[in-house]
């Protein structure tokens, strides 16, 4: 039998760039369920929070963007994207999940009705518990049927992975300081009210989306937008989560955006800050890492192994028999494509800017310090 998914994965496997990615398979599926309109975005495997690239076909400015995911956040809605990245089928239709009752979502009674939208079919486009992508396609007339949805769910594992073999950082470390933090300031209503030049230099260098414009003379992308409406929702008790998202720029660098609500006089609500600053050592391993589908465990036997540690030198450091490290080493060899610790660390620290790590976070036994670094320069 013929898998359906085939002309989909053949056209994703074409695909040069996460945003490449996103419009091959969007025309590839709409031969296959027609609908009218589509968002197609990254996400952080960490946060889920939205990054870039994204892909909007046929839905409007960036007003319309910036509302949808402002009520994604802030409002009661059915399936949204943080329960769809734990359930166990990865997407869902919304008038099937809500027995034909759309308007019970407040995102379909604020913004879908008015827009003519029937019917949204969402997914989570993830690997375990980690969402790479979230899409949503949307129909003007008839339903998303149970077949359109398990084939979105059944794609959405393939998807992922293509999605995350485009997160590996590009060249080699600069020489030069990085850039300073960038500030903006968002108040109470969310209304961006002040940022700083280092912040401007920041976001000259993120890639074209939707963007929403703001007081401040300029517009700011909706990745931006979507990290200060995660502070507000994680202070209004809405979210457990973080409001942490790494964006990649258009020299193929990530940067961290991460927010946090303040508190005003007397303890109300005051303005959300966010920071816009070069991604960390450790955020970029953490990128590499899954990446390459590595492991917890390979990760830190990873960063061991480019401190020029022996195997029985890890493996008194993790605890665990060096025969152990032995097959971790292997699986990490297979995932990087490399035959040897050599070509680990080249393939790691030169073609993908990995840089020198801090120590990594497991217990050490008293009798057994740390092996002194000899890390190997980028």
Not at 114 to 119: K, L, M, P, R, T
Request: net charge neutral.
């Amino acid at each position: 039998m013929t898998d359906p998914r085939r002309p989909v994965l053949s056209a994703a496997e074409r695909a040069a760039d996460a945003f490449d990615l996103f419009g091959r398979v969007s025309s590839g599926l709409r031969r296959l369920m027609p609908f009218d309109s589509a968002v197609w975005t990254a996400a952080d495997p960490e946060t889920g929070l939205i990054t870039a690239p994204m892909l909007v076909e046929n839905m409007g400015g960036g007003e319309g963007c910036a509302a949808y995911w402002e009520s994604e956040l802030l409002e009661e809605n059915v399936v949204p994207f943080r329960e769809l990245a734990r359930a166990p089928v990865p997407a869902a239709g919304l008038r099937a999940a809500t027995g034909g009752l759309p308007a019970r979502s407040a995102r379909f009674r604020r913004l879908l009705l008015g827009q003519g939208v029937h019917d949204e079919l969402r997914a989570v486009l993830r690997i375990g518990d980690r969402p790479w992508g979230l899409v949503s396609l949307f129909r003007t007339t008839g339903e998303f049927d149970a077949d359109e949805i398990a084939l979105l769910a059944a794609l959405s594992g393939p998807l992922a992975a293509r999605l995350r073999g485009f997160t590996l950082p590009i060249g080699s470390a600069s020489r030069a300081d990085p850039p300073a933090p960038g500030l903006i300031l968002f108040d109470a209503s969310g209304e961006a009210t002040s940022i700083n030049a280092e912040a401007r230099h920041h976001l000259a260098s993120l890639p074209a989306g939707p963007s929403f414009p703001s007081p401040l003379g300029l517009e700011l992308p909706i990745w931006v937008i979507g990290t200060a409406l995660q502070a507000r929702a994680v202070t209004g008790g809405r979210d457990h989560g973080t409001a942490r998202v790494r964006i990649r720029t258009t020299e193929g660098r990530w940067l961290a955006c991460h927010a946090s609500s303040l508190t005003g006089p007397g303890g109300g609500p005051g303005p959300v800050a966010l920071i816009l600053e070069p991604a960390a050592p450790s955020d970029l391993a953490v990128l590499i890492a899954e990446a390459y589908g590595l492991t917890s465990r390979e990760l830190q036997i990873t960063q061991l192994v480019a401190r020029g540690m022996a195997t029985a030198e890890i493996a008194a450091t993790l605890f665990i028999s060096p025969h152990t490290v032995r097959d971790h080493l292997k699986a990490v060899f297979t995932k990087v494509s490399v035959t040897s610790r050599g070509e680990l660390v080249a393939r790691l620290f030169t073609e993908h800017y990995w840089p020198a790590l801090p120590e990594p976070t497991q217990l050490q036994r008293p009798d057994h310090p740390p092996a002194q670094a000899r890390i190997p320069t980028p």
